[in-house]
T-cell receptor
Framework: ETGVTQSPTHLIKTRGQQVTLRCSSQ?????VSWYQQALGQGPQFIFQ???????GRGNFPPRFSGLQFPNYSSELNVNALELDDSALYLC??????????????FGQGTRLTVV | KQEVTQIPAALSVPEGENLVLNCSFT??????LQWFRQDPGKGLTSLLL?????REQTSGRLNASLDKSSGRSTLYIAASQPGDSATYLC????????????????FGKGTHLIIQP
């Protein structure tokens, strides 16, 4: 059973650019969610995908968007990067059962620096 | 809006001590609560998951309890070791106010734990 993997591990972008982060879910999981973690803070929920549709969103602007593919892998896209977007981006996979979320497993994260 | 608070923010204790980390949440309508460990600059490692219908879970030297009605959870670490040094995060999964089904996780800011050799 493979775990959650994210790519790339580190990334440096310039303000105003666009970025795509990738995540491969753990085998057997059908739900993927993305989180932003600023230094010294707890992760903040960005959005969640279930069966390729967005199924829950935190307090993030529309320039944060995503996709989930038939194999349950996922992408996080951020347009018009701002300096405050610099953070560790975490992907988590889990399963849905009778509407409930099971245990969430996280990847190692992508460290994004916007300069 | 769900808010999660963790106390203390930081803790430093000698090796071998038993310790308790606290987590409180404002909205008791949760599906489950999960405790994680995070090493510096790394992802999150799941430690324990407690469903809303459960009172506690145990894994090795770790024991987590949940009192949903009072909005509290504790993580008990027995016989602490230097390898336990990390940030411990508590997170709750809400009941999907945003549209049917489980919501994302709401995290506290964590407890930074140092175990002195």
């Amino acid at each position: 059973e493979t775990g959650v993997t994210q790519s790339p591990t580190h990334l440096i972008k310039t303000r105003g650019q666009q970025v795509t982060l990738r995540c491969s879910s753990q085998s057997g999981h059908n739900t993927v969610s993305w989180y932003q973690q600023a230094l010294g803070q707890g992760p903040q929920f960005i959005f969640q995908y279930y069966r390729e549709e967005e199924n829950g969103r935190g307090n993030f602007p529309p320039r944060f968007s995503g996709l989930q593919f038939p194999n349950y892998s996922s992408e996080l896209n951020v347009n018009a990067l701002e300096l405050d977007d610099s953070a560790l981006y975490l992907c988590a996979s889990s399963s849905r059962f009778r509407g409930e979320g099971t245990e969430a497993f996280f990847g190692q994260g992508t460290r994004l620096t916007v300069v | 809006k769900q808010e999660v608070t963790q106390i203390p923010a930081a803790l430093s204790v000698p090796e071998g001590e038993n310790l308790v980390l606290n987590c409180s949440f404002t909205d008791s309508a949760i599906y489950n609560l999960q405790w994680f460990r995070q090493d510096p600059g790394k992802g999150l490692t799941s430690l324990l998951l407690i469903q809303s219908s459960q009172r506690e879970q145990t894994s090795g030297r770790l024991n987590a309890s949940l009192d949903k009605s009072s909005g509290r959870s504790t993580l008990y670490i027995a016989a602490s070791q230097p390898g336990d040094s990390a940030t411990y995060l508590c997170a709750v999964r809400g009941r999907g106010y945003s549209g049917g089904g489980a919501d994302g996780l709401t995290f506290g800011k964590g407890t930074h734990l140092i175990i002195q050799p």
